[in-house]
């Protein structure tokens, strides 16, 4: 059991929190509603609906709850913005990795935004879902996702009446997954966030536009990619990785560990080699392969870095990427972020950045007491 003192040091903490975040509010009432919104997240609540979050608040009916997700009152991207800078000046680190993923949240019917039959990375398959494209931020004292863009297909985009009635607004475009990091990476930019790489899976890897537009404005990256992918071998001349990779001799493979994992290191053989072309800034490129130990199976990585860059700080950056997966976790099973009961695109945001905020509030919470021996669990409120 937990005594009273740190349970009141975890709410004073929930309270700060809070305090960054309320002046976004023009009103007293959506501001109370948020804050309860927040609290019932953060309860150790089975299901967080709108039907229980609004029990957890002492309300008769989820009405309130659920309108001030889409009350004039507070801009979720203002909220965005203060939840990314708590996550920074409690985690932030000069080192820090940015990574960009997609998730998937399993919806029924037609009528939310953005919702069709398509591939979910969660699901492993396709299904009628929604999928959300986000930024999450990793340092040795923790992680957390700190921006989120909903993807909207082209069968939306492109259906205007459909698009209304789901409060889409009318000058949203259609924009592709790497679209939506590159945005998300230049409001980091922006912001002053603390970083020294980025990386991601080869949904955006595999993306040139992505990949130049990094080099262009000198961020160092690590990015899966597809082992058909061709880079430059030369004057003129392009080789798949596989290949490429394929020509190293078998003693220049080296046993690493990418970080730890839920079951200790995460360790694999690793090889990389250099990609023979000008980079911008002076810069350098690498393929990075990663073979597992038992199976043999090889993994390639697309990389962009400075000069003096060793294999093992590729090899920590490729393994930064599971990161985000865990953020997904903890904020999935620990503060609903895919429990909502919304149809609405701006309700959507509105979840969405509130639950990223009490995720963020348990990450920071674990990064302080983890210095002092207490385990965090969801705070109850």
């Known amino acids: 059991m937990l005594g009273g003192e740190v ?25 109370r509603l948020a804050f309860a919104y927040i609290r019932g997240l953060l309860a150790p609540l089975e299901r967080r609906n709108g039907w229980t979050l609004s029990e957890q608040a002492g309300r008769r009916s989820p009405n309130a709850l659920q309108e001030m997700l889409y009350s ?55 299904e009628n879902c929604q999928i959300g494209t986000f930024l999450a931020y990793a340092s040795p004292r923790g992680r957390a996702l700190i921006d989120r ?34 945005a998300m990476i230049e ?53 798949p990785v596989k290949d490429l990779i394929g020509s190293i001799r078998p003693g220049a493979w080296q046993r690493l560990s990418s970080g730890d994992g839920a079951h200790g290191p995460r360790v694999y053989d690793w090889a990389w080699t250099p990609i023979r072309t000008t980079f911008p800034h002076d810069r350098r490129g690498w393929v990075l392969a990663r073979r597992s130990v038992s199976t043999g199976e ?22 930064a990427r599971w990161a985000i997966e865990e953020s997904f976790q903890t904020a999935k099973n620990e503060v609903g972020l895919d429990q909502y009961q919304v149809r609405r695109y701006d309700a959507w945001y509105a979840h969405i950045t509130l639950a990223m905020a009490a995720a963020a509030f348990l990450v920071v919470t674990r990064a302080v007491e983890s210095v002092k021996g207490v385990p965090v669990q969801a705070a109850a409120s």
């Open 72 to 126: 004039p009152c507070w801009d979720p991207d203002e909220v965005r913005d203060d939840v990314r800078d708590y996550v920074v000046e409690h985690l932030g680190d000069s080192g820090g990795v940015l990574i960009a993923d997609d998730t998937g949240f399993v919806k029924k019917g037609v009528r939310s935004a953005g919702v069709q039959r398509q591939y979910s990375g969660t699901a492993g398959k396709v």
């Open 149 to 182: 863009e909903l993807y909207l297909p082209k069968s939306w985009t492109q259906d205007p009446d459909r698009c209304a009635k789901a409060a889409v607004p009318e000058d949203v475009a259609f924009a592709t997954k790497p679209e939506h990091a590159r």
């Open 187 to 239: 409001r980091a930019v922006t912001a002053k966030v603390p970083f020294a790489w980025f990386t991601a899976d080869e949904a955006f890897g595999q993306n040139p536009g992505l990949r130049d537009w990094l080099q262009e404005q000198d961020i160092a990256y690590v990015m899966a990619t597809r082992n058909d992918d061709e880079v430059p071998a030369g004057l003129h001349t392009f080789c």
């Open 298 to 319: 090889i993994a390639y990585y697309r990389c962009f870095g400075r000069r003096g860059t060793r294999l093992r700080d590729l090899v920590r950056i490729a393994g």
């Open 7 to 31: 349970l009141d040091e975890w709410q004073a903490g929930l309270d700060d929190m809070f305090a960054l975040i309320a002046g976004r509010f023009a009103r007293v009432e959506p501001r």
